[in-house]
């Protein structure tokens, strides 16, 4: 066997995953990037570029914050837009060119609908939150083709609240674990929401009640389910190792040994 045909091959653990149910894909910004996503620095640029176009940042001080880091741009936008009360279009700088037109990002999203119909994002685009069909290949005249089909509507879960063990057995069910564009106020995106966020409240909480459903849903998802990570670089490195360390800050967290081998694959 090549080299190249090598990589082609499905590791016989993840087959069975998948034919079980357990396997859950992870996807990150380098996938969304690929259909036309800006990565995490573009995106901070792109929310203060467009405060910039409504004039309530200059040029000036636009060229001063290029320096700082997407997490301290974002809070400056954010800081911004309650003070102007000029709500930034979070869509329209995740989405610049659209989606429906956009045919890698469609045949890119339509593979990974085959191979898992429950997934797991950090990305807040909107990617995810449909089942992208393609039309049916057809050698008859265009008139006589079939009609492209629509796409199909996933259960959207992103609020905190939300976040149960039994979405990740509920098909055709997309996580937004930071939020979704859909909901701007609900999009984690600075170091104060990452904080909250992944707040571990079992080290003072008196009763389950207080638990952080967060990190319980992430204990579950990693304990229980085989996790493929699709689309994660250095730009979000940090972050992804943030979010599996809050995981198994859990007293209850036994799956240690089955994050390592994931993280070999």
């Known amino acids: 066997m090549s080299e190249a045909s090598s990589l082609l091959v499905v590791p016989q653990g993840l087959r069975e995953a998948a034919q079980r149910g357990k396997l859950i894909p992870f996807i990150g910004a380098g996938v969304s990037r690929l259909a036309g996503c800006p990565g995490w620095t573009e995106f901070a640029d792109g929310a203060l570029r467009y405060l910039v176009e409504a004039g309530k940042l200059s040029y000036g001080q636009f060229d001063q914050l290029k320096h700082l880091g997407p997490r301290m741009k974002l809070s400056i936008a954010l800081q911004l837009q309650a003070e102007h009360q000029e709500i930034i279009d979070f869509k329209s700088v995740l989405h610049p060119t659209g989606r429906m037109d956009h045919v890698n990002g469609r045949r890119l999203y339509a593979a990974l609908s085959r191979i898992g119909n429950v997934f797991v994002t950090t990305n807040y685009d909107e990617w995810l939150d449909s089942k992208v069909v393609l039309p049916e290949l057809s050698l008859k005249e265009p008139s006589q083709a079939s ?70 849903f992430l204990e579950h998802l990693l304990r229980e389910k085989t996790v493929l990570f699709i689309g994660y670089g250095l730009e979000e490195l940090e972050i992804l190792e943030y979010v599996i360390q809050k995981a198994h800050r859990s007293p209850h967290t036994q799956s240690e040994a089955r994050h390592d081998e994931w993280q070999s694959m």
């Open 147 to 216: 009609v492209p089909q629509v796409d199909l509507k996933r259960n959207v879960i992103y609020r905190p609240e939300e976040l149960i063990p039994a979405k990740l057995s509920q098909p055709n069910t997309v996580v937004h674990l930071h939020g979704c564009v859909s909901d701007p106020k609900n999009m984690i995106m600075t170091t104060r929401d990452y904080i909250r966020h992944y707040r571990n409240d079992r080290e003072f909480a008196k009763d389950a009640q207080n638990e952080n459903r967060v990190l319980t």
